[in-house]
Structure formats: structure tokens, C-alpha cells
């Protein structure tokens, strides 16, 4: 749990909320936004999509925490007309590195993101 000050106190923020998903696709949803973390559990590798705003508003500055907790690396691809920026190998489509690798992606414009953490 991390603190802020308000009004010159310490106040917690809420805990980090778990989306545990065990298949080989998932899309993110407006649920998984800011205090989540997506795990991705699965032997085999797995496809994770960025929607378009049309489909799903987030405002901008938007965090989702992706970590991969099985061994199948994640890749995490834009829908058809989103960018994703990271410095991956494949910058468009960054991957965790390994297993137990994390990312976070940042929304930085209607459909623009930034990939941020442990990326290959």
C-alpha cells in the first residue's frame, strides 16, 4: 500500500487489486485500470490487446500492470489503429522478458500508449 499526504497527513491508498487470467488472449477492460495488477498464467504464450478508445475510454494518464506469472511469454499488441511505444526488441509489441517480468502500460493520448518494466 502506498501513502500521499492530504492536507499535510499521511493517508493510504487502495490496495492492488488482482485479474487473474489463465488463457492464451486477453483484451483489457476499463476494470483492469490504475490500482489492478493482470496476471498472466499460462504455459504457453499469450496475447494480450490494448482496445481502441472507441471501445474502451480510458483517460489519459491511465496505468495497466500486466505480470507474467507462468512460464508463456506475453506479448501485448495495440488493437488495429493503437500505438504502443516501448524499447523493446519489437517496440510495437513489447513482451514480458521472463517469467515473473512485469510492465505497465501508460496511456498518453486517445490511442497511444507507453510500455514501461521488465520488456524484451
Known amino acids: 500500500m ?9 493517508s ?5 487489486a488482482f485479474n487473474a487470467q489463465t488463457g492464451t ?3 483489457f477492460v476499463l476494470a ?3 490500482n489492478k495488477l ?3 498464467s499460462n504455459a504457453a504464450a499469450q496475447t494480450y490487446t490494448v482496445p481502441l478508445n472507441s471501445s474502451v475510454a480510458y483517460p489519459v494518464g491511465t496505468q495497466l500492470n500486466l505480470i507474467q506469472i507462468g512460464a508463456g511469454q506475453v506479448t501485448v499488441q495495440g488493437a488495429g489503429g ?6 523493446g526488441a519489437t517496440s510495437a509489441t513489447p513482451k514480458c522478458r521472463a517469467q515473473y517480468s512485469a510492465m505497465t502500460l ?3 493520448g486517445t490511442d497511444s500508449w507507453y510500455a514501461i518494466g521488465d520488456i524484451a
Request: net charge negative; proline share 0%.
Open 106 to 108: 501508460v496511456k498518453n
Open 82 to 87: 493503437v500505438t504502443i511505444t516501448s524499447t
Open 38 to 40: 493482470v496476471t498472466a
Open 25 to 27: 488472449t486477453y483484451t
Open 32 to 34: 483492469d485500470a490504475d
Open 2 to 10: 502506498s501513502a500521499s499526504i492530504v492536507g499535510g497527513t499521511a
Open 12 to 16: 493510504a491508498s487502495a490496495a492492488l
